[in-house]
């Protein structure tokens, strides 16, 4: 299972700080996001710094457009510079979502997978309470398939959920988040299952799980809720027994004693 918690970029962010805590010889696996046109100059300056060793994801903001003629010189040299093996793409702004412009990245991930042919995708988007995969993450999925991504997976935000108290004092808000990734597997089942160019070799009751990411966040969401250290170590087993393909954080900067890393690290570490 790929482990990559993030690292956010920001234009007021200090480089040496940032720079020292992705050297941080703990961390294996990053996401650095997001990039857009502000944080691009940012994420060069410390390029040189990185440790070769890492195994880095970049995280785009599919909310911030970008000339579509640019995007695909722009990744590739990122590409080519980092020896990433992964990219992320992320909606951030449910209202500011945009399919023909998604429509016109998707063209452009496509050509990047012909170029770099192991290249992994994922796309993370907002996942609702109610029914997990809203219309427009849907659409988006669809989009995915119809110009032939391949080697992707659906990253899930578990972000800012407003759970309802009735609901917390019933279950713990890792049972919570568990249930809705068993709907999102549903949705995703139900997307999927005519779609020839799945594995063959993969059990099809199963296959779906290794499909989706599931990223959280560590600090408190706007709900008031907070995930605990038990919470995490449900998620976590849960993806584990599930083969679930990704589990992944926001943000490293907030985890300042390393706690939530070194439990998910164990965990994965004991398990696999």
Avoid: H
């Avoid at 770099?116 to 995708?121: K, P």
């Avoid at 989009?143 to 004092?169: D, E, H, K, M, W």
């Amino acid at each position: 299972m790929l482990f990559s918690p993030y690292i956010l970029l920001d234009i007021s962010s200090d480089k040496k700080d940032i720079v020292n805590l992705i050297n941080n010889n703990k961390i294996k696996e990053i996401t650095i996001g997001y990039i857009t046109n502000e944080t691009l100059s940012l994420l060069y300056s410390i390029i040189p710094y990185i440790n070769n060793n890492l195994t880095l994801t970049l995280s785009f903001d599919l909310c911030e457009k970008n000339q579509i003629s640019e995007l695909f010189t722009i990744i590739s040299n990122l590409i080519l510079n980092t020896k990433c093996f992964k990219l992320d793409f992320v909606i951030t702004d449910s209202n500011n979502y945009d399919i023909k412009y998604i429509d016109n990245v998707n063209k452009v991930i496509y050509q990047l997978q012909q170029q770099f042919v192991n290249l992994i995708i994922s796309y993370t988007i907002p996942i609702r309470r109610i029914n997990a995969i809203d219309y427009n993450g849907i659409n988006l999925i669809n989009n995915i398939i119809l110009n032939n991504i391949t080697n992707f997976f659906i990253n899930a935000s578990l972000i800012n959920l407003y759970i309802p108290t009735s609901l917390i004092n019933n279950s713990s808000i890792g049972e919570i988040l568990i249930n809705i990734i068993e709907n999102m597997k549903i949705q995703l089942t139900n997307v999927f299952k005519s779609d020839i160019k799945l594995p063959s070799e993969i059990n099809m009751q199963n296959m779906f799980y290794n499909y989706i990411g599931i990223c959280f966040m560590i600090d408190y969401q706007e709900d008031g809720t907070l995930l605990n250290i038990n919470d995490i170590k449900t998620i976590v087993n849960y993806a584990l027994q599930k083969n679930i393909y990704s589990i992944s954080y926001l943000t490293l900067q907030k985890d300042t004693d390393f706690n939530y890393y070194n439990v998910i690290n164990n965990l994965i570490k004991t398990k696999q």
